[in-house]
T-cell receptor, first 111, second 116 residues
């Protein structure tokens, strides 16, 4: 059974700092990996989707990498801003409608 | 452009009561999903649909029923609510299924359900 772990569960950084969020998964047979953002009381917003054949994806200040063989992904946020404060979730797709979510990293960016 | 809309946003039920959660999407998506999110656990799939008139069980289907009579709507029913069903319920939709590489899911804002 696929397990997805995100460490740390919470992270607090000063504004302007570059930071890395981690996601690890136990079964490397995945189709894709997604990073989501969840704001309090809201649903999930897809940030980046990495196909299994790709190594990374970039969108603005966000860069996500994927290393299938080691079962790891990272989300790099450059020049963090208070508006980046949210919970970040990763999810792996391992088959037909089989998406496994991590429990998230709650990020606080302090002005 | 509303995206995925869930109603109601909050609800309190007593044990044994029944209710229906409504999910509506205006993106002409084929696939729709119901998840529950509990503290300390990742989102878990309850039921899903791959098109109008179809439904299928996910990871945690017991105690729930679903219907997809219209392409844009996906209903989640609790027949006899139990305290263990206290959770935040999210609906999601996508144009293609989750194995297709460039098709992210779009989520609603959730329904917060408490069962006393």
């Amino acid at each position: 059974k696929q397990e997805v772990t995100q460490i740390p569960a919470a992270l607090s950084v000063p504004e302007g700092e570059n930071l890395v969020l981690n996601c690890s998964f136990t079964d490397s047979a995945i189709y894709n990996l997604q990073w989501f953002r969840q704001d309090p009381g809201k649903g999930l917003t897809s940030l980046l989707l990495i196909q299994s054949s790709q190594r990374e994806q970039t969108s603005g200040r966000l860069n996500a990498s994927l290393d299938k063989s080691s079962g790891r992904s990272t989300l790099y946020i450059a020049a963090s801003q208070p508006g980046d404060s949210a919970t970040y979730l990763c999810a792996v797709s391992g088959g037909y409608q089989k998406v496994t979510f991590g429990t998230g990293t709650k990020l606080q960016v302090i002005p | 452009n509303a995206g995925v809309t869930q109603t109601p946003k909050f609800r309190v039920l007593k044990t044994g009561q029944s209710m229906t959660l409504l999910c509506a999407q205006d993106m002409n998506h084929e696939y729709m999903y119901w998840y529950r999110q509990d503290p300390g656990m990742g989102l878990r799939l309850i039921h899903y649909s791959v098109g109008e008139g179809t439904t299928a069980k996910g990871e945690v289907p017991d105690g729930y029923n679903v219907s997809r009579l219209k392409k844009q709507n996906f209903l989640l029913g609790l027949e006899s609510a139990a305290p263990s069903q206290t959770s935040v319920y999210f609906c999601a939709s996508s144009y293609l299924g989750t194995v297709y590489s460039n098709q992210p899911q779009h989520f609603g804002d959730g329904t917060r359900l408490s069962i006393l």
